[in-house]
Structures are given as C-alpha cells and as structure tokens.
C-alpha cells in the first residue's frame, strides 16, 4: 500500500476516542471546505470532504487521527491537503483493526482517495504500515460526485472481508518446524548469509 502523495511538515491531532468537529476545525480545517482554491480553473470539481466525513460517521466511522500540510500561502490553510484515519467508533484504540484513510485536497496537491485496510501506526508522525484491501482514486475534474459515492460503498463493502482475512490468518498456528524455517528466512533475508546477529539456539 503506498498513497500517491507525501506530508512533510503537518499540522496534526490524535485521540484514543473520536475526534471533535471543534478538534478537526483547530487542526485541519481544509476538511471543512466546500470550494475550491482560487487558483483552480472551471474544470476542477471541489470534492468536499466534510460531506463524506459526515456519511462516513453516519456508517459508524470515526476519525482519531486527521492531519493537514503547512502552507506558506495562508489563502491555501482552507484549501490544503489533509488525511484522516478512521475506524469504527468501538475500535479506535485497537492495535489492527479495519480503517478508512481519507485523503484529499481542494487547491490540486492531491487527488482524493479512500483506502480501506488493516493498519497500525509506525510512528507519532503518522507513519503507518499494513495492507490496503484496494483503494479509491478520483482525480478533481468532470462528474466526480457518483465515482465518490461508488467508492465509498465498495470500502465500506470490504470491511467484512478484511475481518474475516484478518481472523483466519490469526487462527493460522505453525508446527514447530515450519516456525524454525520461517525464523530462520526471515534472519537471512533481514541480515544475509554472512552476519547473523542471533542464533538458532
């Protein structure tokens, strides 16, 4: 799973319960815009991402953690590109449970996408890793209202399927044997033939 798009300096806020409407407007609020930039042309269709938030929430989804870019340009602070993360309202502090990333933009740093999976967080800066189950694309240009409205059924569709992934896969026990082969692969590939920091013992 990699986004298409990058966050270097970011404004951000993270909560073990579902952020507020007053949290998301201190932090991000380019989630809380419903127009366009100024400087996009007459093709650019502003994808408001309140609008699907407020969907989101009604599905049992919750944001506990919503990030936005720095801008030199204060015109662009309404505007910028924005991230949110959410889970279902009941699994905000679990370690790998289903999520939706949101990402979006309305000044044409991003296009708006919607990745559902299983992730964890890597690092307080917003560093995650896990596996996407497909995502959602739409660039900002023609009829984009429909393609959002799809998309957003389709992730919520997975969700089922990721559990049930997800549950098999942590039923799945190794025989001794299988676990000392796969330890031992995982050592060689991790540090080469040469160096072996631990051994089999």
Same mark, same amino acid.
């Given at each position: ?30 989630? !809380? ?28 989804? +919750? ?8 801008? /030199? ?11 949110? /993360? ?8 679990? +370690? +790998? ?26 690092? +307080? ?7 996407? !189950? ?44 299988? /676990? ?22």
């Amino acid at each position: 799973m990699k986004l298409a798009s990058r966050f270097g300096a970011v404004n951000l806020v993270r909560r073990d319960r579902p952020l507020t409407h007053d949290e998301l407007a201190r932090y991000v609020p380019s989630v !809380f815009s419903e127009e366009k930039h100024e400087s996009r042309s007459d093709r650019y269709t502003c994808i408001p991402t309140i609008i699907l938030l407020d969907n989101l929430r009604r599905e049992g989804f +919750q944001p506990f953690f919503a990030c936005q870019t720095r801008v /030199r340009d204060q015109s662009k602070r309404e505007h910028t590109k924005h991230m949110l /993360r959410l889970r279902r309202e009941g699994q905000i502090t679990g +370690q +790998q449970v289903p999520e939706i990333i949101l990402l979006n933009s309305h000044d044409g740093s991003s296009s708006y996408q919607m990745l559902p999976g299983l992730f964890r967080s890597v690092c +307080q800066n917003g560093l995650i890793c896990g596996d996407s !189950f497909g995502e959602v694309r739409v660039p900002h240009k023609g009829d984009v209202v429909g393609k959002v409205i799809e998309g957003a059924y389709e992730v919520l569709g997975v969700f089922d399927r990721v559990e049930e992934k997800r549950d098999a896969m942590q039923s799945l026990l190794l025989p001794p044997p299988a /676990r000392q082969a796969l330890a031992k692969a995982a050592i060689t590939y991790r540090f080469g033939e040469e160096h072996m920091p631990v051994t089999e013992a």
